[in-house]
């Protein structure tokens, strides 16, 4: 009987610790302020390789109920297994914004990562966002775009490369706008990407790449664009939510 | 503790008081000693995962295909020939069927698409591992000091360097590392043998040291060796975290023990009237000076090419009377050196040298005060310099280079665990090891040479990826696997004309017969591609081809003779024997021919997309304008470029677009059409001008 009693003690210490620890998590200084609402300012929808670190850090900001940011608001990254935050918490500064660098997970695929603030009342406030890690197959075909299709279907510039976008008569779309390219299947990208747009009754405007780029280059592109697209496409959505 | 004791002992007269209830309770416990082995198998974790798997497939449509394919029991995957002994697909039994690409749970999921077989590599060759162990924590995560834990993901691509020294399109990490490993001199002081027998190269070139009183004062020496970063944000020479009075020693030796030479130098004519600010700007920009120098703006960015030195504080460093000769001309100083001769007249001399004298910072010597060295300080200093193996990078007179500076890295990649020692707080692997080093190297010890880097934490891990593959394994791999990078090429253009192109520095942007830079084009059949009078009127008088570039070839102010010389070389030498360039005439095509071509060019195949002919409606900015193509291009080379640009020039993003001999005879006969109106040039001229 004793024993019984000193085992549930001891089981229920553990279970004690381990609540204590989690509401501790916040660590390091004490929030100087409370906020309404939780809103991305950059960051989120990156992709880059498995396991990398992402090229830019993910930034949030806290707001009361007016939308002003807060500055000295907690907030507090989690993700799923795999997935690191260098800080994982800490407080907004003066400008209401708080900011972590990403590390992705070891798995290709799409991670839902989560930024959580505390009310004035100590309710979590969420804002889910979705980073997507490249594996082999989608990292290579992230290569190709870069080199061969990005200048036409990525109207951004930068000083070393002007995009040709607004050159073009047809406008094609950027691998990211899912609403456009999920309606197509597997077999109606290899055949725009091989024959040019002709042989989906599109564009010459889109050139052949059938005779340039080799079978597994074609799928590699066609995989990276399934990983970007945004919403994602139904055989991917997304793969490491938090459980 | 008695009583127990008291029990024991009766236990053992009432089980092995008699000689035959003794035979049986041994009996017993033999018996039993034999299940535990089977035991263990039934409740071992492949078993169970294998069990999962089973219940996981259940409700898929392809469930039977799938059971068939499971066999039950511990699979391994033995390839003698590479010392591959692995187990894994025991637990990971899904890794090859192609319809479980939507399952999430490990140990079930499908391997992502990579360009090798299971069956062909094993697992440990990419994963590193215990591929012969058969439990989850033994495989994954050895404790064991001399047994290799699993890879983490975002190093994993420093396994395709253990065979591939090529840069494969996949890899752009491991690329990126061994260019780091390369650029950064790091391969100065620690050797790097290669699989192949061959030593890694360093590309960066640091400067003699043996003149360096002529080009430079002891304050800004003093100044560099304290903080490089602190002159440029882009330099490439790490910080030694030198000591005031190490720092005060090193420079007055360096000083002591510089040697004139003789020419490097120059008087500033003092009568010389300061030349307009802004016309030295227009000419540092016209003659495309920014392809190779940064300099770094306002907001801190840098802008430009990291070829040459950043130029940002140039005013500071460099001596006037040298910067004189050196725009003259750099060979004087620095023969080898890749920056071009731009045969300058002594106006343009003038005003480049103001220009990058009034390029200082005031803040950089402002508290630097020096007195007089003295020998003790001197003698000091040249202990220093052999201390700190500096000749290992800079040629530094009467110090010579020093062999197996630093440790070997040649197998830093199979380096055990037991060998390394870790600071509190860092996790036991060696990755963390490799990445600790580079990112904080004295953290280690203050006692340590090695010097602080500044790199970005993509940089720490693309330089770990690449030290991570210079693995034992990758020593013994059967040489058929090894794929390796073609043998650098020495090429060297003979005569006249190839010392011209030494002098004019053209391998530093253009390659030729896999020799030279990437940022111009390769030049190998340059000679078969391009007329002559329009060659000629190039080199005199340059312009872009591609208005989207910022790079471009500036003006060398070359005469005639040069030009003539030069153009004579390109046009016998760099013929590709897959072209007859007198194959196809210049012009004289059928109108009809050519209007079919034209059809072609703007319907058909929509080269507008990309090229643009006619100014006025064609805008397309991805390859060069074809506005004279006519005048530029040989008919023999545009036809065949057409018909498969990627034989001419390997690599290039002009797609093959498998165009029949009629279509591309067409549009060859179109585009020949297409000549400079009067001077060329002044048509492209206009286009520049575009935003």
Redesign the interface.
Known sequence: MTRLITISVIAFSIALTGCARKTASAGGPKPTAWGAAIVESSGGKQAGAVGSLLEQPVVVQVNDEQGTAIPGAPVEFSGPSGVSFDPPSGLTDSSGQFTTNVMLGGMAGRYQITATTLTKAQKRVDLKLEEIALGYQEQLGFQLNDKYCARCHNPESSPERVSNYDNLEVKPHAFTEGDTLNKMSDADLTAIISHGGPALSKSPWMPPYGYTLSKSDIQALIAYIRMVSDPPYQASGTVYAQK | MEPSQNKSSSLWQTLFGHPIRAFGVVSLLFLISLAIAPAKNHFSEWRHYQKQYLVLIRGRGDAITLQRHLQPGIQQIWLPELGVVDRCTSCHVGLKEASL??V?T?PF?RH????HTIDQFGCVMCHRGQGAATTVEEAHSSTLAWEEPLL?????ESSCGQCHRVPL??T??LNLGRQLLARNGCVHCHTVKLPDGTTMKATDDPPSLVHIADKTTREWIYAWLKDPAAYAVSATMPNFKLSDDDARDISAFLIANSTPLPGDTAPVAATQKAPDPTAGASLYGESFCASCHAVQNAAGNL?GGDVGPELTRVGSKVKPEWLQVWLRNERIYDPPTEMPHYRFNEQQVALLRTFLLNKTDSDLLANVRLDAATPEQIAHGKTLVTEYGCASCHEVGGIKKPENFAPELTRIGSKPVAQLIFLPGMQHTLPDYIAAKIRNPRSFGSALKMPQYTFA??QV?ALTTALLSLTERARTLPAALAVPAPSASTYQPAGRAGQLMADLGCFSCHAINGRGGDMAPDLTWEGSSVQRPWLAEFLKNPNTLRP?L?RRMPRFNLSDGEINELTNYIMTVYQSPAIDRDSMPLSGYPAAQVEQGRQLFY????CQ??HIVDTKTD????GPTLTQVGSRLTPAWIYSWLKNP?ALRPGT?E????MSDEDARALTAYLATLKSSGKPGTKVARLEARP
């Open positions: 690409a939507d999430t490990q999921r992502p698409v990579i360009p983490p993901a975002r190093y994993v399109t996949g752009p990490q802008v934490p993509s891990d989207a910022i319907s058909k195949y929509a997309s990309c805008k397309g900015y991805i990627q993003i797609p093959n677009r498998n």
